[in-house]
């Protein structure tokens, strides 16, 4: 096993066996801030940055709003590890919610990709370069949909008519055989132009979490 340091909240661990990734697994624990993504052997441990986690918990409470406004059932499994030791793939996203396989899994507790469906949908914030391509891990596990929010990306288009604010970009890919390929529209939220988040949590940034959310509810309701 090798070790190197890519930058202060990265660790990359290369030449791991399956058993390795497990047993570290254990001996992380589940109370802990890294998450981890493996793939043939290497596998790299992230410590996210407090702007990293503003931007995961307010998508995710845009995506949850968004989906009780629609009066959509679903499911929220946070940074669930996800693995399939045959495919030598596992990570653990910024967030994953289950749609259309919410009834599938309701009240289930223990998760095997092996039998039980993957999520519906998982979110990456990418705040940060990641050494591991988790489009390749995701799709070994076959996740159809994902989301990836990317705040060095800047002047997304606002909601705004005519004004401009310093926001990032969400991007959404679904899956296409064995890799994903960048669309216009969500399969999870097909009415929404969900390019609209990031202005819409910019603009209501300074104003509180439920000034965002009220204005995230009256969007849905506008453009469903």
């Given at each position: ?149 990317d705040q060095r990306s ?71």
């Amino acid at each position: 096993m090798s070790t190197a340091l890519s930058q202060a909240n990265r660790v990359l661990l290369h030449n791991l066996s399956w058993q390795q990734f497990e047993n570290l697994l254990l001996d992380l624990g589940n109370s802990r801030a890294a998450r981890v993504a493996y793939e043939d052997g290497t596998l790299e441990i992230m410590t996210p940055l407090p702007e990293h986690e503003y931007y995961k918990e307010a998508i995710s409470i845009v995506i949850q709003d968004i989906a009780e406004t629609l009066e959509i059932d679903y499911e929220c499994l946070g940074s669930t590890t996800w693995k399939r030791e045959r495919y030598l793939a596992g990570v653990e996203p910024d967030n994953c919610f289950y749609f259309q396989n919410e009834a599938a899994i309701r009240g289930k507790l223990d998760f095997n990709l092996e039998q039980d469906p993957p999520p519906d949908l998982a979110l990456e914030i990418d705040l940060t370069n990641k050494s591991l391509d988790r489009f390749s891990i995701y799709a070994r596990l076959g996740v159809p949909e994902i989301w990836c929010y990317d705040q060095r990306s800047k002047q997304a288009p606002s909601v705004q008519e005519g004004a401009c604010f310093d926001s990032g970009v969400l991007t959404i890919y679904q899956r296409q055989g064995e890799t994903y390929q960048n669309v216009e529209i969500s399969g999870i939220f097909p009415s929404l132009p969900i390019q609209d988040i990031p202005a819409l949590l910019e603009r209501y940034r300074g104003e509180g979490r439920r000034s965002l959310r009220r204005a995230i509810r009256e969007w849905t309701i506008a453009h469903r």
